[in-house]
């Protein structure tokens, strides 16, 4: 009898099947129908957005350690925890995008040189960025009315960008924080935590500007991390090497003044002249022996600083992509064709249960 039922139960299951299999056939006009709509607004869609180009640069990060620091480093590795950047040192790997995405990393890059043959451009980037970027046809008529806003109520946006002459606090204008957020969007960087290697990615409408940019933000990270890690070396260079460079010029004048009362006096034989000439000497070789011994310290400063310059090795350089990142145009309609399906479905679905239920 159990056996039967189920029997029943599986008849049942498979004539519903079958009659919504009967109903998708009756109805599949109106499933071409909405997939055909939904490809020509893809295809119209995809063909309006311009095509952005993406420049990746890997690069790993100087390890440094004995070697149970580092067998410790590759068993948390493999545990997912990262110990490279649990050191002293403020500016630890995971810092990097932060500092990449900040205003005072991103504003010097306004004026760096960009250039394009395939488009004939030669400026600036930030002049690129506000004049040279494509935009999709919708956006058109908010960039008329935002410009005529602006030439309507200019008001004192583009003023100075800072508060006084004495004050350190900084000011931007609209369009340079309108620039530093286009670029925050354009300009990735992200870390592996397991591993430490840096990823530096650029996006672009055009191909040659985005493995120029990626490779000048690389550059000028290098750059930002040799001046913090070498800071206090360097500053300390150069204070051991003017004392080092006073020192000479002391020793050079004792010594002078030796030879010079030396050779003067050389026919003279007095108590003074020789005691005289024993005080210069000594001063001299006074002179000579703190000018040796800051010689050693300007060569173990400048060992120091040599010691703190971090060394990067570049795994993935900038190349010119030579097919766009974006858009997707497959994928997109693919997207689009199956919201049509789902929407088709909906509207089968309201027409023969939900409307006639009520």
């Known amino acids: 009898m159990q056996k039967k039922g189920r029997m029943t139960e599986i008849q049942e299951d498979w004539g519903k099947l079958r009659s919504l299999f009967a109903l998708l056939r009756k109805e599949r006009r109106i499933y071409v129908k909405y997939v055909l709509i939904a490809v020509a607004v893809g295809l119209i869609y995809v063909f309006s957005l311009p095509k952005t180009y993406s420049t990746s640069v890997t690069l790993a990060p100087e390890t440094s350690g004995s070697g ?42 306004f004026d760096v040189r960009v250039r394009s043959d395939e488009r004939n451009i030669d400026t600036t980037y930030s002049a ?93 990270l290098n750059e930002f991390i040799l001046d913090y890690r070498t800071h206090k070396a360097r500053s300390d260079y150069e204070y051991v090497k003017n004392l080092c460079d006073t020192a000479r010029k002391e020793y050079l004048d004792a010594q002078s003044r030796y030879a010079n009362f030396t050779a003067s006096h050389v026919d003279v034989y007095s108590a003074y002249v020789k005691a005289q000439s024993e005080y ?38 900038a190349y010119v992509p030579v097919r766009a990142a974006s858009p997707k145009k497959v994928m997109t309609l693919i997207a689009f064709a199956f919201l049509a399906l789902m929407v088709a479905t909906g509207k089968l679905f309201y027409k023969y249960y939900l409307k006639s239920d009520a």
């Open 68 to 109: 149970l620091s580092m067998g410790m480093s590759s068993l948390a590795s493999m545990a997912g925890v990262n110990l490279n950047g649990m050191s002293e040192d403020a500016l630890a790997v995971e810092l990097y995008p932060s500092i990449v995405s900040s205003k005072d990393f991103l504003l010097p890059l």
């Open 128 to 220: 690129y960025l506000a004049h040279f970027q494509k935009t999709a046809w919708w956006n058109w008529p908010f960039k008329w009315v935002g410009a005529a806003i602006k030439y309507v109520m200019p008001g004192d946006k583009n003023k100075s960008a800072s508060l006084s002459d004495t004050s350190s606090v900084k000011r931007l204008t609209e369009d340079e924080l309108g620039l530093c957020q286009a670029m925050q969007g354009a300009i990735i960087c992200s870390v592996d935590k397991i591993t430490g290697v840096l990823t530096v990615t650029v996006f672009d409408q055009d191909a040659e500007i985005s493995s120029l940019m990626a490779d000048t933000v690389i550059s000028r």
């Open 280 to 317: 210069l000497q000594n001063e001299s070789q006074l002179a000579y022996l703190a000018y040796s011994q800051l010689k050693t310290q300007v060569q173990t400063a400048h060992a120091k600083v040599l010691e703190s310059t971090p060394v990067y090795t570049v795994v993935e350089s």
